[in-house]
């Protein structure tokens, strides 16, 4: 690209992301400003630094990972610390101009019924009638007048004292005129006795009802004078009563402090995490156990029609896994599962798969296990082909049994070449949300518990209940700070896991 063509291309660039900065900013979205602020500044040195510039290739896969990797997780980390949320999504700012624009009617103010004229230019004026029926011209910033027909243009009153016409302006229909979203946000009269329709049907002199002291950081009522004082993000009375909208703020440690010490948290929290390691753990014995079985099993070369039998086992594995856990509810189905009638007639008893905490975790396990051990089986197979002979023979020559060679040759050279497999999948079943969620949404539910939880939820379907589907409402920074709890765990995990099987030393050093 020639030098011109480099320039001009920047230039379209940085045109379209000062663009979208100016929009972000407008809407008071902050860090992505900053971030995109930041990715145009790191693009434009790479593009003209000489230096830089045998880099140019990768710049559309460095903003990309910077935007959709970087940046969520920086933001992440941003709002467990704050109380981004339900009610608290926009700035301090935002919040008090859509609370500033509440209205309220003082004791001297008056009511109108309203008839609203347009014009062609979209401009309004109102027809004002008072509970004498006198009439009002009601025009934006001048003062109100009772014009007589003939006058100001107003063509002759009908039978309710409403013109027909107004000249210039057109008289809107009823329906038109309710929803109109342009007429309740218009003040007609002048400054210091504004009128502004607040009903469909009403009209009144309405005066601001909150008045914001900077000094107190605090809202004002007008109206009773109570004082509204900013606590985490919300206007609050003394009463504990608030003001709506609330406000994007910082609240330190307070998301952390509350997952980790609130007794409504600690009751079901112990038991939760206790099932999802032994169920990532579980899980990972037994998925492992089969498909190695498997393969050994299939690795002998006389085994009678090995390749069908193998492509016949691999099917689990095709189909999706959302389809297959579906299937499998509907299999347990206590009243026209396919399993529970067979178990039926041949024992005359079911276990109660949705409703006993045991029988619901088996129902996992054994789920999982059938959605897990084509993949094991495949990698395991892999592995296998990779161990010499030589060794075995050497092994049968000093006399050890099938049982020593499988586990003093076989394992220990299987879990060097599958090890880091075996911790993904951990990691994986630790935070496998869709099985838990599609199969039971984390049932049966405990009993007893201050906050929704169920006996086979794990850390991560019990955090999207506690912070997306409970009562409180929905809570990014709540499920953000417990989102990083989870990371370092399952980062403490995977370090212990490489550190004490020697996973990442170099092929040489044990040589």
């Not at 940085?14 to 992505?32: K, N």
């Not at 709506?244 to 038991?271: H, M, W």
């Not at 190695?292 to 492509?311: Q, T, V, Y």
């Not at 067979?342 to 975790?361: R, S």
């Amino acid at each position: 690209m020639s030098p011109f063509l480099r320039l001009v291309f920047l230039l379209a660039v940085d045109s379209t992301a000062v663009y979208f900065l100016i929009r972000v900013i407008s809407f008071g979205y902050y860090p992505l400003a900053a971030a995109t602020f930041v990715v145009l500044v790191v693009v434009n040195v790479i593009l003209l630094h000489r230096k830089a510039y045998p880099i140019r290739w990768m710049v559309v896969g460095l903003v990309l990972m910077a935007m959709f990797t970087i940046y969520p997780i920086l933001f992440t980390i941003w709002v467990s610390f704050t109380n981004y949320g339900e009610g608290h999504l926009i700035t301090q700012e935002q919040a008090i101009d859509q609370i500033l624009d509440e209205k309220y009617l003082p004791e001297t103010g008056r009511a109108y019924s309203w008839t609203a004229y347009k014009s062609a230019d979209g401009d309004y004026v109102l027809w004002l009638q008072d509970a004498d029926g006198a009439g009002y011209l009601a025009v934006p910033g001048e003062p109100l007048t009772q014009p007589q027909p003939g006058e100001a243009g107003l063509s002759a009153l009908d039978d309710k004292g409403i013109p027909e016409t107004i000249k210039g302006y057109n008289r809107l229909n009823t329906i038109l005129a309710t929803t109109d979203q342009n007429l309740p946000n218009i003040l007609f009269g002048e400054a210091g006795s504004t009128i502004q329709i607040r009903s469909p049907k009403e009209a009144a002199e309405l005066l601001p009802l909150y008045e914001y002291d900077a000094e107190r950081d605090a809202m004002i009522s007008q109206e009773t004078g109570v004082v509204f004082q900013n606590i985490r993000g919300t206007f609050s009375a003394p009463d504990g009563t608030a003001l709506r909208p609330g406000f994007v703020e910082t609240i330190q440690f307070a998301n952390f402090r509350e997952f980790f010490t609130s007794p409504a948290l600690r009751g079901p929290l112990v038991r939760i995490i206790t099932w999802n390691f032994a169920f990532a753990i579980l899980s990972l014995v037994f998925n492992f156990a089969l498909g190695l079985a498997i393969a050994i099993m299939f690795n002998e070369r006389n085994f009678p029609f090995k390749k069908l039998i193998r492509s016949l086992l691999i099917i689990p594995y095709t189909v999706p896994a959302l389809l297959t856990i579906l299937i499998w509810r509907g299999m347990l189905n206590p009243e026209l599962g396919v399993i529970d009638r067979f178990l039926e007639n041949l024992l005359g008893w079911a276990p109660p798969w949705f409703t006993d905490q045991w029988w619901a975790k088996v129902a996992i396990l054994l789920i999982n296990l059938w959605l897990s051990y084509p993949y094991f089986m495949l990698i395991c197979s892999g592995a296998l082909q990779s161990i010499s002979e030589d060794y075995y023979s050497a092994a049968q020559v000093d006399g050890a049994s099938p049982w020593q060679q499988f586990w003093q040759i076989t394992l220990p050279l299987l879990l060097v070449a599958v090890g880091p497999l075996l911790i993904a999948s951990l990691i994986f079943n630790f935070n496998n949300f869709n099985l838990i969620y599609i199969f039971n949404a984390g049932g049966p539910p405990m009993a007893g518990t201050p906050t929704p939880a169920g006996h086979t939820d794990i850390l991560i379907s019990y955090v999207y209940n506690l912070a997306f589907t409970a009562s409180r409402g929905v809570n990014y920074g709540f499920a953000a700070a417990i989102t990083m709890a989870i990371f370092f765990i399952v980062g403490t995990i995977t370090l212990l896991q490489f550190r004490y099987t020697n996973m990442w030393e170099e092929v040489s050093e044990n040589v």
